[in-house]
């Protein structure tokens, strides 16, 4: 079935690195591009970047240029998200989800199942 | 950036009643709107794409409407298994921007 599992939790200390993987399964992974979605506590929804796994191409929100950088490995169906410079700020969930090459009428329509990475001194 | 903003943040109703939620967007973004529910401690799950078309699996009792700037997500018939947070997100241009949810309850 269509499917995309996420890394395991993490625990970083201010001004690490932190990198969540994000492995597709089940469709042909370069007909769909992976969007990365964060949540802090008992906040709402807050979209970071998108990654075409076709050629590669990115693009992410302002708020996070030159912090974030998000990669694929079409052998292996992955995409990873690395988040630098971290801050306590960064403590939430990470989700990935797809969203059809084709056109960006139709929603992200498959999540992954959420990484928490906690950031604290 | 485009801002998406939702109303209301909170809302209280009784099982079966007819419940609406309305989003509005700050530049015009054609159908570009789609909407998710989220139930505590679980990812989002999408409900509506392109303004009013029905995710594959979604209860027919939810429906969207609009275009433009303003749009609506309507629950038909309130049941106990829609108790979440509902949001809308454009997709007519980067930053992919999400309204800031509103909280389904029942009375």
């Known amino acids: 079935q269509v499917q995309l599992v996420q890394s395991g939790a993490e625990v970083k200390k201010p001004g690490a690195s932190v990198k969540v993987s994000c492995k597709a399964s089940?469709?042909?992974?370069?007909?769909?591009?992976i969007h990365w979605v964060r949540q802090a506590p008992g906040q709402g929804l807050e979209w970071m970047g998108v990654i075409n796994p076709s050629g590669g191409s990115t693009t992410y929100a302002q708020k996070f240029q030159g912090r974030v950088s998000v990669t694929r490995d079409t052998s292996t169906t992955t995409v990873h998200m690395e988040l630098n410079s971290l801050t306590s700020e960064d403590t939430a969930v990470y989700y990935c989800?797809?969203?059809?090459?084709?056109?960006?009428?139709?929603?992200?329509?498959?999540w992954g199942q959420g990484t928490t990475v906690t950031v604290s001194s | 950036d485009i801002q998406m903003t939702q109303s209301p943040s909170s809302l209280s109703a009784s099982i079966g009643d007819r419940v609406t939620i309305t989003c509005r967007a700050s530049?015009?973004?054609?159908?570009?709107l789609h909407w998710y529910q989220q139930r505590p401690g679980k990812a989002p799950n999408l409900l509506i794409y392109?303004?009013?078309n029905l995710q594959s699996g979604v209860p027919s009792r939810f429906s969207g409407s609009g275009s433009g700037t303003e749009f609506t997500l309507t629950i038909s018939s309130l049941q106990a298994d829609d108790v979440a947070i509902y949001y809308c997100q454009q997709s007519h241009s980067p930053p992919r921007t999400f309204g800031q949810g509103t909280r389904v309850e029942i009375k």
């Open positions: 089940g469709y042909t992974f370069t007909n769909y591009f």
């Open positions: 392109a303004a009013s």
């Open positions: 530049h015009t973004i054609g159908g570009y």
């Open positions: 989800a797809r969203d059809h090459i084709v056109s960006n009428s139709y929603g992200l329509d498959v």
